[in-house]
Structures are given as structure tokens and as C-alpha cells.
């Protein structure tokens, strides 16, 4: 299918907007193709508006929101030197780049003053923090908003620069903290919506506006609230706002496949999955969408659409429920399955686990308690002690005086889980396993089939891959398990090869005795 078909496969409904996310690097690797290939196709049939993230030329944890974020690490310990050789390392990198994309002088020169300027006020705002001895979160986000104001400058010009009308938008003063007083809930995610479109619609027909991925100034900062990946919430309140007809994530992968396609050789590209289904595998280690985004956007029926910078062609990966109709539409365009009405055709298509993933630099910790069951507030203890060194739990399972968990584990963490461990010790004895992955089996289907968890653990045992740790998920879609490092490749391509494929190739790895059991249930 060309990009033609594929955009006007788009249904056209009255407001016609649809919102492009673009990512650091993809911003950084494919600006010509972006504006090219992808905005100025689009914008010929919709209202197309663009948010972006701050620019990477290689890797996110090398790119110009790393390198910010450094920059207010040095000035918080007072070293003027280092933050002002990082804050012109970014400088050099921006305007290298205006001088090789911008072909217009005129728009050349614009953006490389822009530029400086923008430097030079991060640059005055840290020598502040130094004096006063302090970066609060307000002047983190202010100096981490940079990133965003950067890229998006040198995207509208760009994109002028091929003749398409474009706006930079700078969202992060859109709301006062005032405002924002409660943090993120409901009512902010309202407002900042219906911010975000009323800068869109400020805008003269015609003009595709490029909106800063940064938006604020959230109370506590926004790393704290959103975390890294803030852009496609940013994009998510937009396409709620206008109340688009989609939200596209653009990638540097086709979408979501049924395994990390660098893992696993036969992994395939998925046509759709369900919220839930992007949310557990983003959560575990196939980080294509940041889970805040999906809630808001779907509650509004907005389906989002991930789809590959480098193949626009491509129909992408839908995320939408199942079971509900879109905007515009009282009911869902074709028989709707609702997943307690599976018809028994849905079962013999033999449909198992939707995809299979993997989150690496996990340990285990194991507390043993003291007593003879596991006493009022043990949980609470233990997980107050967690919470204060910031360390994440990704799976518990408890017996009754024994409690293991699946924590997030890096050289970074080591001083804080040395910390954990001290004050843990007084609830029991207490031992950690490092150099753990988690592996996950993800899939809707999952809540309806019986022996799908006994499947993946004997595939696991059949690879004679030892398992440290169990857990299903409270939503039945997620079944997972803790496995040593060495062994996680071997893991994803074996359940992916016996549980994945053969639901594609009409094989199961489930027992059909057991799905037979599950048929009568469901007739
Ligand atoms: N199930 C999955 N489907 C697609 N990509 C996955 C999956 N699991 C892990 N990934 C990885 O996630 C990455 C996301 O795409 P990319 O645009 O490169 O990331 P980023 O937004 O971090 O720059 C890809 O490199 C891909 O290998
Ligand atoms: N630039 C920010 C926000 C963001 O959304 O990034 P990306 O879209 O490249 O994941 C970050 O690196 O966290």
C-alpha cells in the first residue's frame, strides 16, 4: 500500500486532526523524512499537528535531555565549568545541525539566533542556581524544557524551509503551577487538553503547528509526575483535546511486534493490541509507548496508531479495545468480541499469547520474616523502606513468613538497595540474587485459556531454564516469571518459537484437552 492509501485509509470524520508524536531520535536521525514523507503527505488530506521530543543523535541516553539534566546535576554541585561545557556541547550540536538542514539562510540564521538565546537563558538560570545553592524541580523542568524548544524550533523550521506552513508552540508555560496544584489527575488532564488545542486552534488554517513535547509546569516537576517519555503524554492530551480522529507514535520499529524484533528473529508485526496489552508489555520491557498515554486517549475512543519513520508506508500497530466503537461511532464497525463472549471459532483459531517480552537489571530480594506469620504492617514496613530509597517493585509473591520480590536493579541503585537492605534486616533475614531478568507472556486471550501458565513453564523447563520467581498478574493477561540474564534469549525465542507461532501457523501449544474444557465452560 502507498502512504497515499495508507493516510486516506484514515477515515475523515468532521474535525479531521490527527496528532504525530516523533521521538528524540527519530527527530535526530529523520528530520528530512519527517517533513518530507510524513508531514507534508498527511497534512495534504488532515489538519495534521506535530509534538516533538528533544533531539538524540544516537541514543536517548546520550541525547540533548540527558545532556540538560546533566547540566543542572553539575550546577546543583557547584560546577560551573562542567554544566557550562555541557550547555556547549548542546549549543554546537543545534547549530551544527541548522547549518547542514536549513537550506533558506534567512530561516538559518532565525533558528541559530533562537538557538543561542535559548541557551543563554538556561545558562543564566543555572548561574541563579548556583548562587543560591539550590536547582529546585521548577528549574530542573525549566532547564529540561529546553530540549523540547530546540527540537521544535528547528522542526517548524524545517519544516518551512519545504515549504510547509508551520508554528512553533511552546506548551511549557501553557498552565501555572497554580493550576496544576494537584498534580495530574483528571481535572489537569482536562485542562491541559483543552490548553493545548486552544494554542492549535490560535493558529491561521492551514498551518501545521509544531508543539514543544514538554508541557508544565507540573507541581514536583515533571520527571517526578510523568518520567522520561513525558512527549507522548503530551501528544495524548493533544489528540484528546482536539478530540482527533487518531494519535500516532512514530517509531523507529513498524509498531508493536509479538517480541523485541532485536531478540527475536521471527517476531512479527502485530495489526492491533489492546491497552491493556500495550500497557503490560510496555511496563516489562517493550518500551514502544509511555503508559500514560493510553488511558486518556482511549477513554475519548481515539485509537493510536505506532507506526515506523523509515517505512511510512506501513500500516503501523493499532492500539484500541476490542470491544468498542470509535469516535463517531455509537458501536464498533464490525461484530464486536467482547472478551466474555468469546465465540468458540475465536478459541480453535487457537489464539494463545499475544506477545512476549523481557525487562532486564532485576534481583531478587527475599525477606524471611522473624516470626511465625507474617505480622500487622510487615507489608507496610517493608515497603516503606522501599519507597524511601526510590526502589520499584516489579513482582512479589508471599507465602505466609516468606515474601520475595522482583525489584529494578542498577549500578546506580547499588548505594540505595545497600541502604534498603540495612533497615530491612530487622523485619527478617534478608538475601538478593542479581542479574535477573523478568520474562513476561502477555496476551488478552490469556484470561480464557486454561494450562497456558503450565505451557510456559514447561517450555521454560524443557530449555532447563531455572526459575527464581512466579507471578500472574491481577489482570490474568500477564503471566511472569524471573530467569537468570544468561538465559533470557534462549527463553524469549523458545516460548516465542512453541507459544506465538504455532497460534500463527494454527498449532497450540495448549493441551486441547484442556481447552476442550474451557469450550464447554464457554457454551
Ligand atoms: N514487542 C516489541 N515490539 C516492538 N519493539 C519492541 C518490542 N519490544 C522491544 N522493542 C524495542 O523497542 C524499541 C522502540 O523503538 P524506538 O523508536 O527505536 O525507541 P525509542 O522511542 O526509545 O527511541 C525498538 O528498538 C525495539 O527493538
Ligand atoms: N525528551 C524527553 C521526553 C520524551 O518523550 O522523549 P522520547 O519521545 O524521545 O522518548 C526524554 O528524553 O525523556
Same mark, same amino acid.
Given at each position: 500500500m502507498s502512504l497515499a492509501d495508507s493516510v486516506s485509509s484514515v477515515s475523515s470524520l468532521p474535525s479531521g486532526w490527527i496528532?504525530?508524536? &516523533?521521538?528524540?531520535?527519530?527527530? /535526530?536521525?529523520?528530520?528530512?523524512? +519527517?517533513?518530507?514523507?510524513?508531514?507534508?503527505?498527511?497534512?495534504?488530506?488532515?489538519?495534521?499537528?506535530?509534538?516533538?521530543?528533544?533531539?538524540s543523535t544516537h541514543l536517548k541516553s546520550e541525547g540533548t535531555t540527558t545532556r540538560l539534566l546533566l547540566a543542572a546535576e553539575y550546577a546543583a554541585d557547584e560546577k560551573k565549568e562542567e554544566y557550562?561545557?555541557?550547555?556547549?556541547?548542546?549549543?554546537?550540536?543545534?547549530? #551544527?545541525?541548522?547549518?547542514?538542514?536549513?537550506?533558506?539562510a534567512e530561516l538559518r540564521e532565525r533558528l541559530i539566533d533562537e538557538t543561542r538565546e535559548e541557551i543563554r537563558h538556561v545558562t543564566r538560570l543555572l548561574d541563579a542556581c548556583l548562587i543560591i545553592g539550590e536547582v529546585s524541580a521548577k528549574s530542573n523542568d525549566v532547564v529540561m524544557a529546553c530540549g523540547e524548544k530546540l527540537s521544535c524550533r528547528f522542526m517548524s523550521y524545517l519544516l518551512q524551509d519545504r515549504g510547509v506552513k508551520a508554528q512553533y508552540v511552546d506548551l511549557s508555560m501553557v498552565a501555572s503551577d497554580m493550576e496544576l496544584s494537584n498534580g495530574l489527575?483528571?481535572?489537569?488532564?482536562?485542562?491541559?487538553?483543552?490548553?493545548?488545542?486552544?494554542?492549535?486552534?490560535?493558529?491561521?488554517?492551514?498551518?501545521?503547528?509544531?508543539?514543544?513535547?514538554? &508541557?508544565?509546569?507540573?507541581?514536583?516537576?515533571?520527571?517526578?509526575?510523568v518520567g522520561r517519555g513525558y512527549t507522548d503524554l503530551c501528544a495524548a492530551l493533544t489528540a484528546v483535546g482536539l478530540a482527533a480522529e487518531e494519535l500516532q507514535i512514530w517509531k523507529e520499529v513498524d509498531g508493536i511486534f509479538t517480541a523485541d524484533p532485536r531478540k527475536v528473529q521471527k517476531a512479527r508485526l502485530l495489526a492491533s493490541v489492546t491497552p491493556d496489552e500495550a500497557a503490560?508489555?510496555?511496563?516489562?520491557?517493550?518500551?514502544? +509507548?509511555h503508559p500514560f498515554t493510553m488511558e486518556q486517549v482511549i477513554k475519548a475512543r481515539i485509537p493510536i496508531r505506532i507506526k515506523n519513520?523509515?517505512?511510512?508506508?506501513? !500500516?503501523?500497530?493499532?492500539?484500541?479495545?476490542? #470491544?468498542?466503537?470509535?469516535?463517531?461511532?455509537?458501536?464498533?464497525?464490525?461484530?464486536? +468480541?467482547?472478551?466474555?463472549?468469546?465465540p468458540a471459532s475465536v478459541f480453535t483459531s487457537k489464539k494463545t499469547a499475544t506477545a512476549v517480552t523481557a525487562k532486564s537489571d532485576i534481583a531478587v530480594l527475599n525477606i524471611h520474616s522473624n516470626k511465625k506469620t507474617l505480622s500487622h504492617g510487615f507489608l507496610a514496613g517493608v515497603f516503606t523502606v522501599l519507597d524511601k530509597h526510590k526502589l520499584v517493585v516489579d513482582l512479589i509473591s508471599t507465602s505466609e513468613v516468606h515474601i520475595s520480590m522482583a525489584l529494578h536493579y542498577t549500578k546506580e541503585l547499588k548505594h540505595n538497595f545497600g541502604k534498603a537492605l540495612e533497615e530491612l534486616k530487622k523485619f527478617g533475614d534478608c538475601d538478593v540474587t542479581k542479574d535477573l531478568c523478568i520474562v513476561s507472556l502477555v496476551g488478552i486471550h490469556m484470561k480464557?485459556?486454561?494450562?497456558?501458565? /503450565?505451557?510456559? &513453564?514447561?517450555?521454560?523447563? !524443557?530449555?532447563?531454564?531455572?526459575?527464581?520467581?512466579?507471578?500472574?498478574?491481577?489482570?490474568?493477561? #500477564?503471566?511472569?516469571?524471573?530467569?537468570?540474564?544468561?538465559?533470557v534469549i534462549k527463553a524469549?525465542?523458545?516460548?516465542?518459537?512453541?507459544?506465538?507461532?504455532?497460534?500463527?501457523? /494454527?498449532?497450540?501449544?495448549? !493441551?486441547?484437552?484442556?481447552?476442550?474444557?474451557?469450550?464447554? !465452560?464457554?457454551?
Open positions: 496528532v504525530q508524536k &516523533f521521538g528524540g531520535t527519530s527527530v /535526530g536521525k529523520f528530520p528530512e523524512q +519527517i517533513c518530507e514523507d510524513i508531514v507534508k503527505t498527511y497534512s495534504e488530506s488532515h489538519q495534521v499537528v506535530v509534538v516533538c521530543s528533544a533531539r557550562l561545557e555541557v550547555l556547549r556541547l548542546v549549543e554546537e550540536d543545534h547549530v #551544527n545541525n541548522a547549518r547542514e538542514k536549513i537550506q533558506n489527575d483528571a481535572h489537569s488532564y482536562k485542562l491541559l487538553g483543552e490548553r493545548f488545542a486552544a494554542e492549535v486552534r490560535r493558529l491561521p488554517e492551514g498551518t501545521v503547528p509544531v508543539l514543544t513535547g514538554f &508541557f508544565g509546569l507540573i507541581p514536583g516537576g515533571l520527571l517526578r509526575a503490560e508489555l510496555t511496563y516489562y520491557g517493550s518500551e514502544v +509507548i519513520v523509515m517505512n511510512p508506508q506501513g !500500516d503501523g500497530t493499532i492500539i484500541y479495545p476490542d #470491544n468498542i466503537g470509535k469516535r463517531g461511532e455509537a458501536t464498533p464497525p464490525h461484530p464486536p +468480541i467482547s472478551v466474555q463472549n468469546i480464557q485459556l486454561i494450562g497456558i501458565a /503450565g505451557a510456559m &513453564f514447561k517450555i521454560l523447563a !524443557d530449555e532447563r531454564i531455572n526459575i527464581e520467581m512466579i507471578s500472574q498478574g491481577a489482570n490474568e493477561i #500477564n503471566i511472569s516469571c524471573v530467569i537468570d540474564r544468561k538465559d524469549l525465542n523458545a516460548l516465542h518459537d512453541r507459544l506465538l507461532l504455532r497460534a500463527f501457523t /494454527g498449532g497450540s501449544a495448549v !493441551d486441547q484437552r484442556l481447552e476442550n474444557l474451557k469450550l464447554d !465452560d464457554v457454551i
